[in-house]
């Protein structure tokens, strides 16, 4: 289940959409105002196989009955949403665009913190995202080091944030992962040098060295509020074209980790990412314009959102790897998707996962299917569109609507908070994969 739909859903009942959420759950990205950091192209083949990754079984296990009250979708105009391929453009275009579509693919080497510490399953909405440009660095760290790394040439990044559930007392535990590209190996080791100068100097007086266990020297934070206590530590490293940032954070509650505790968590999410950081090969500026548009045609058939003022992560289409970063839990998610052979999905107003084939797909819908029961038992079931072949839905009035289906290879989640609109986007959804 994505994390694109609990957070869609968050602010109405149910819960996804990652990083365009302005809900309770931007944790990690308060560090703007406090000064404490919150929390040529690859094809898609080349991210399988890489290190790291975890599993955790996942129940699929379908149900498509309806009550006798169930609500029913009304009639709707299904113009609403368009029910032809997109005519979109061969490329990027435009640098800045590619510089998108670059954070995109880059995000299939980026691990979720999640897979390293399995206790932190929350998602961090505001700190997982694509890094468009330099000057969204200010998402993560204050101040001076988005300059920093304009002057030194980052081209894209992508940044993984995850939490832990707050405990009674109110303590949460965070790690960020984020990488960034650059044009070469060498200009990567100048910008991490400068990199890690500039978050001391926007931390200013309150900030130290630490030496982490593994010989990485590290920023640290730790401040005493009136009420809370919080500590972080974070740092820059260089490997291969990419400059390596992680942030680990323990506020609220009463006994927050250590700073050491800190610098070893830090250290072990630096120990599982660079091996993956090494292989990446970055897009260069010059050709960023020449980056596919639409890899192999999945948005032109997927109800796509408006892309004035949508979040920077909605329209793409990312590697399995990298769509783990939307995922409620990715380790409820890994076995089943896995086996169901999903490579790539695409992120609109709909969600679409491409499986190996027609089973696969099924298993996808089993999966999610399923989840929806786990985290909403108390959401009903309803009978979808009728026209829409082994469509499930859930929900009521006053809270969500949420549908899942598949045609082909392809599994569909949808989710809305009015049953006219879910069923629009089932139905436009539907007639978008005739013939693909």
């Given at each position: 289940m994505t994390g694109d739909l609990?957070?869609?859903?968050?602010?109405?009942?149910?819960?996804?959409?990652?990083?365009?959420?302005s809900t309770g759950d931007v944790g990690v990205a308060t560090n703007v105002a406090t000064n404490f950091a919150p929390i040529s192209a690859a094809s898609s083949a080349d991210t399988k196989g890489l290190p790291g990754y975890s599993s955790n079984p996942s129940s699929a296990n379908p149900s498509s009955a309806a009550g006798a009250s169930d609500p029913q979708p009304s009639s709707v105009a299904d113009a609403s949403y368009p029910t032809t391929p997109a005519p979109l453009p061969p490329t990027a275009g435009s640098e800045a665009a590619g510089r998108i579509a670059e954070g995109a693919r880059l995000a299939a080497y980026v691990l979720v913190p999640t897979f390293v510490f399995p206790e932190m399953t929350a998602s961090a909405a505001l700190s997982t995202t694509i890094l468009?440009?330099?000057?969204?660095?200010?998402?993560?760290?204050?101040?001076?080091?988005?300059?920093?790394?304009?002057?030194?040439?980052?081209?894209a990044g992508f940044s993984s944030a995850r939490k832990t559930v707050a405990d009674s007392s109110g303590r949460s535990d965070s790690v960020i992962n984020a990488v960034l590209s650059f044009a070469t190996p060498?200009?990567?080791?100048?910008?991490?040098?400068?990199?890690?100068?500039?978050?001391?100097?926007?931390?200013?007086?309150?900030?130290?060295?630490?030496?982490?266990?593994?010989?990485?020297n590290a920023a640290v934070t730790a401040r005493v509020a009136a009420e809370a206590?919080?500590?972080?530590?974070?740092?820059?490293?260089?490997?291969?074209?990419?400059?390596?940032?992680?942030?680990?954070?323990?506020?609220?509650?009463?006994?927050?980790?250590?700073?050491?505790?800190?610098?070893?968590?830090?250290?072990?999410?630096?120990?599982?990412?660079l091996p993956i950081s090494e292989v990446f090969v970055p897009t260069q500026l010059v050709d960023l314009a020449g980056i596919p548009a639409d890899r192999e045609g999945l948005l032109a058939h997927t109800v796509l959102g408006s892309s004035e003022g949508g979040?920077?992560?909605?329209?793409?289409?990312?590697?399995?790897?990298?769509?783990?970063?939307?995922?409620?839990?990715p380790l409820d998610d890994e076995e089943a998707l896995t086996a169901a052979g999903v490579d790539l999905v695409s992120r609109g107003v709909t969600t679409m996962y491409r499986a190996a084939d027609p089973a696969g797909a099924l298993v996808v819908q089993a999966a999610f299917w399923s989840e929806y029961g786990t985290y909403y038992p108390a959401a009903p079931e309803y009978e979808g569109p009728t026209d829409v072949p082994g469509v499930q839905c859930a929900g009521s009035a006053g809270t969500f609507f949420v549908c899942v289906f598949s045609r082909g290879r392809y599994a569909?989640?949808?989710?809305?908070?009015?049953?006219?609109?879910v069923t629009a986007q089932v139905r436009a959804q539907y007639a978008l994969l005739a013939g693909f």
């Open positions: 609990r957070i869609k859903l968050a602010g109405i009942g149910l819960c996804a959409l990652i990083a365009s959420c468009k440009n330099p000057d969204a660095l200010a998402i993560l760290v204050p101040r001076a080091t988005p300059q920093v790394a304009a002057k030194h040439g980052m081209i060498a200009a990567a080791v100048v910008a991490a040098t400068d990199l890690n100068a500039s978050i001391g100097i926007a931390k200013g007086a309150d900030s130290a060295d630490v030496v982490l266990l593994n010989g990485f206590t919080s500590k972080s530590v974070d740092v820059f490293v260089a490997r291969g074209s990419v400059v390596n940032y992680v942030w680990a954070s323990s506020s609220g509650g009463s006994s927050p980790d250590s700073i050491e505790l800190l610098a070893q968590k830090v250290a072990s999410m630096l120990t599982a990412q979040s920077v992560n909605k329209n793409q289409v990312f590697d399995f790897q990298g769509m783990k970063h939307f995922f409620v839990n569909v989640e949808a989710a809305a908070e009015t049953v006219e609109d």
